[in-house]
């Protein structure tokens, strides 16, 4: 079975341009989480989706983050406009929503941005 | 403020001996502790669990410990070998009105199990 699959696996951008990040859960998966890592803060929660509703928006940083889940098999995270501190590999990863269940991470993206 | 804490952000052990990497929590409503690996240029990959219901859980050479008045766990991984090296994640998470909640991470240890 395909995992959980992320696009672009890199992007270097420059700051001020719009950034999307894709991501297809794992098929019959209902939970969808964004995630963030930086040397300084380690795996930080941005925002996760249940059955394509988000449900927890907390940990998005500013209001230039966006996420969107249209149906089950696609999300997008979306940063307008970038910024160089938003610099980080971004994980997406999905679960079957179920108690007990584990996350299942993709392989993130990581993005630069000078 | 930090609800999963990793003190240690790396640990050297030799190849053959115990590695013990420890993770403190702060939040009581945490029910589910999951112990995550990564190694550069790939996500985390899930390894191991504990229900708070439970002080101990083993797989093979992993196993993990949980003391719940401490609020403290730990992953044990005896005999260490050189592929364990990576970095590891400990996670929590708080089970409200009956939907899975999000995991919160600590921001991991670094191991390397040298020959």
């Known amino acids: 079975d395909a995992g959980v699959i992320q696009s672009p696996r890199h992007e270097v951008t420059e700051m001020g341009q719009e950034v999307t990040l894709r991501c297809k859960p794992i098929s019959g998966h209902n939970s969808l989480f964004w995630y963030r890592q930086t040397m300084m803060r380690g795996l930080e929660l941005l925002i996760y989706?249940?059955?394509?509703?988000?449900?927890?928006d907390s940990g998005m940083p500013e209001d230039r983050f966006s996420a969107k889940m249209p149906n089950a098999s696609f999300s997008t995270l979306k940063i307008q406009p970038s910024e160089p501190r938003d610099s980080a590999v971004y994980f997406c990863?999905?679960?079957?929503?179920?108690?007990?269940?584990?996350?299942?991470f993709g392989e993130g993206s990581w993005l630069t941005v000078v | 403020d930090q609800q999963v804490k990793q003190n240690s952000p790396s640990l050297s052990v030799q190849e053959g001996r115990i590695s013990i990497l420890n993770c403190d929590y702060t939040?009581?409503?945490?029910?589910?502790f999951l112990w995550y690996k990564k190694y550069p240029a790939e996500g985390p990959t899930f390894l191991i669990s504990?229900?708070?219901?439970?002080d101990k859980n083993e797989d093979g050479r992993f196993t993990v410990f949980l003391n719940k008045s401490a609020k403290h766990l730990s992953l044990h991984i005896v005999p260490s070998q050189p592929g364990d090296s990576a970095v590891y994640f400990c996670?929590?998470?708080?089970?409200?009105?009956?939907?899975?909640?999000?995991?919160?991470f600590g921001k991991g240890t670094k191991l390397s199990v040298k020959p």
């Open positions: 990863a999905s679960s079957t929503g179920n108690s007990g269940n584990t996350i299942y």
């Open positions: 939040n009581s409503m945490f029910d589910y």
């Open positions: 996670a929590a998470r708080t089970v409200y009105g009956g939907s899975q909640g999000n995991l919160i």
């Open positions: 989706f249940n059955n394509n509703v988000p449900i927890d």
């Open positions: 504990i229900s708070s219901i439970k």
